[in-house]
């Protein structure tokens, strides 16, 4: 994997960015049907979940951003680097070892972005499923629940809304709440009344504690 040269090495001691270095980042849409059809959003709970242990929540944050920034502006925009590592509290160094350049780097490096000529980056809009070798090194609790939305990937939408009904239930009542309680959280979670009543009807008996 070639790294990423978009900001370059500084030239003076303070690790500033050397003269005529660029201030803007031209960032495109990374075109790839399989990803968008088999991946996530990078704001979705998946990433924060299972992707941000692995590339870090500087770079977790720097992916949602460009995300968002594509769609804004789907043809790409112009990033303005100082604005964005203030932006995403990485301060406002820009040479090769600040911590925003390291950020995407990183990107780069787990194929979340890539180089897009001279002063360019393409960005993912979605993100791909994590790699078997990356699952493999995540907490014990972490891959049980990996396993669990990899099973739930092959099922129906209604189905997958059921199982995790189901578990936010059994979270519930594992915490001592009643039944009329669950099914005021499901509710609250938009979960369709008839599936937060049955949801809180397998996960608690009707004389449990009022929550």
Known sequence: MPSI???????????EPSAGSPAVLHV???????VERHGVHPCSRYVELYWLGVIGPSATWLIRRLSY?????EDGFDLNLAECARALGLGTRLGKNS??????????????ARPAGPGGLAARTAVPPLPLRHVQRLPAGLRRSHARWL???RLSEAEQLRRRADRLAEELAADGKSREHIERRLADWRFHPAMA???????????????
Do not use: I, M, N, S
Request: charged share 25%; aromatic share 8%.
């Open 5 to 15: 040269t978009l900001v370059p090495p500084p030239a003076a001691p303070d690790d």
């Open 99 to 112: 911590p925003f350049l390291r950020a995407l780097q990183r990107l780069c490096v787990f194929e979340l």
């Open 151 to 153: 099973e739930e990937r």
């Open 197 to 211: 009543f049955a949801a809180a009807a397998r996960a608690a008996p009707r004389d449990g504690p009022e929550g």
């Open 69 to 73: 920034g594509l769609e804004v502006h």
């Open 28 to 34: 495109t849409r990374w075109a790839d049907p399989l």
